[in-house]
């Protein structure tokens, strides 16, 4: 393994590592937070309900909702879009585009059909990060409380999500490769990485987001869960004797 796959096996691990600890820092310290009060505002009979109601919140942006349609609209696609690239990187590259073989169809079919899904996905995200860039430059009330770290976390994940196209529509490397790698990290059995730039250039914005996720404003991912059962979260009734 050349000088390349090193520095790339020792970024992915201290990227992997940070970001773990990092969240694990990040939850011991919300989950400690004291509360002098309940402040319980969404009354549930018990805590599968409020399980439910934050599942619900979670996947429908409801708060978004009772406001400005536009912004929903955005949030909810471009989060659903990010969901589906992710859970696609999982099946796709984990099955070398096989995933689609348990709905009956031939292996070649499943690699085209993945293919294709992966390709249409990466372009519509791209377009996604993009319009979002855009409006929060381009509309005033936006613009007025976006910091710079808002326009950095977007245009790293324009990045991202460019190389990424970048490396499935400019490049010849094999799902094959792209799977050892991964694994061999996964497993403490490092081999070398795919000979591509693209590549690279992916990999390498990917662990610089995973260094930087729990300290920036990207952990309301794992924040709102607790906020939300927080505020949601079921107190039995307690009977006061007299």
């Given at each position: 393994?050349?000088?390349t796959?090193?520095?790339?096996t ?9 970001f ?6 990040q ?8 509360l002098p ?6 009354p ?9 109601h934050?599942?619900?919140e ?12 536009e912004h929903w609209a ?8 990010l969901?589906?690239v ?7 590259i ?10 009956r ?19 519509l995200?791209?377009l996604a990060v ?6 929060r430059?381009?509309?005033k ?5 976006s910091?710079?770290?808002d ?5 790293l ?17 094999e ?25 690279v250039?992916?990999f390498?914005?990917?662990a610089l ?29 307690q009977v006061?004797?007299?």
């Open positions: 393994m050349g000088s796959g090193v520095l790339l020792a970024l992915g691990y201290a990227a992997i590592g940070v773990v600890l990092g969240m694990l820092w939850m011991g310290k919300w989950s400690m937070a004291g009060f309940r402040v319980t505002v969404f549930v009979r018990s805590n599968w309900a409020a399980a439910g934050i599942l619900w979670a996947l429908s942006f409801r708060s978004l909702w009772r406001g400005v349609r955005a949030a909810w696609f471009f989060h659903f879009l969901a589906l992710l859970l696609g990187h999982v099946a796709g984990g099955l070398l585009g096989r995933e689609f073989v348990v709905f169809l031939a292996p070649a079919q499943s690699l085209a059909l993945s293919h294709l899904l992966g390709s249409v996905l990466g372009v995200l791209l993009v319009y979002l860039l855009v409006r430059a381009g509309q009330a936006i613009r007025l409380i910091s710079a770290e326009y950095l976390m977007l245009i994940l324009l990045a991202i999500v460019g190389t990424g196209n970048g490396l499935r529509f400019l490049s010849t490397v799902l094959a490769a792209v799977r050892d790698f991964v694994a061999g990290l996964v497993l403490f059995h490092p081999v070398a990485p795919p000979a591509s730039p693209w590549f250039a992916h390498t914005l990917v987001l995973l260094l930087y996720f729990p300290f920036s404003k990207l952990v309301h991912t794992c924040g709102f869960f607790f906020t939300r059962w927080t505020i949601t979260r079921h107190y039995p009734r006061i004797w007299r």
